[in-house]
């Protein structure tokens, strides 16, 4: 036997190995890329039903910055350009309605947990305050994502000194 072969031509010998070779080769780039493609899926598929921010972080600059926009565009108008609210903002008006208080720490929307502040922007004032209670506060379900709506609370939340913010925390559920 020359060269470890039985027909004398090496390369026949050795192409059965190199196709075995050659095959897991492949399965495995094949194999890896179904992984790699169910990762993918399940991912984005994670990210939209999970995904999304589901609270207000002030600490999230890439949220506050789209809240601050989101602010200047629909509540600035009510709740005012520096959050400070409309003037004399305890008193009733006419029409029954209260003025828009401020969202600074002046005011009172840091005695609210996240949840009951994103509820209140997306839903309106109306839909969870007591039938008698006349709310001026519209709800932004049709204009706004949820996202943006976290984004809006996260700005106004940034605007917070240190001290407030850690005792708006404490009315949230503990995150795991
Ligand atoms: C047309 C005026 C108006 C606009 C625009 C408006 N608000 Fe209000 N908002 C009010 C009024 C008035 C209240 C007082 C409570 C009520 O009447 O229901 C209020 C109350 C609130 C409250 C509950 C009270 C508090 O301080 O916790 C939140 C939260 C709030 N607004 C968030 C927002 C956000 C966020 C935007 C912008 C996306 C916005 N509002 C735009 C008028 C407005």
């Known amino acids: 036997m020359v060269g470890g072969t039985k027909n004398g031509n090496p390369s026949a010998s050795l192409s059965p190995q190199v196709r ?26 994670g990210r939209a039903i999970f995904g999304g921010p589901h609270r207000a972080d002030a600490d999230d600059p890439e949220l506050v910055a789209l809240g601050k926009a989101v602010y200047a565009s629909h509540c600035a108008e009510c709740h005012g350009a520096n959050l400070e609210g409309q003037p ?18 002046s005011g009172h929307t840091w005695h609210h ?25 519209p709800g932004f379900e049709d204009l706004l994502s949820d996202r943006e709506i976290w984004a809006v609370l996260s700005f106004i939340k940034s605007r917070w000194p240190a001290h407030v913010r850690a005792r708006q925390e404490q009315m949230n559920p503990r995150r795991g």
């Open 20 to 45: 075995i070779i050659m095959g897991n080769w492949r399965n495995r780039v094949i194999i890896g890329a179904v992984i790699a493609a169910v990762a993918v899926v399940a991912f984005a598929y």
């Open 88 to 105: 004399d903002w305890r008193r009733p008006l006419e029409d029954g309605t209260l003025p828009a208080p401020p969202h600074d720490a």
């Open 113 to 137: 947990a996240d949840q009951l502040l994103f509820d209140y922007t997306k839903f309106g004032g109306q839909a969870l305050a007591p039938p008698t209670f006349q709310s001026a506060m």
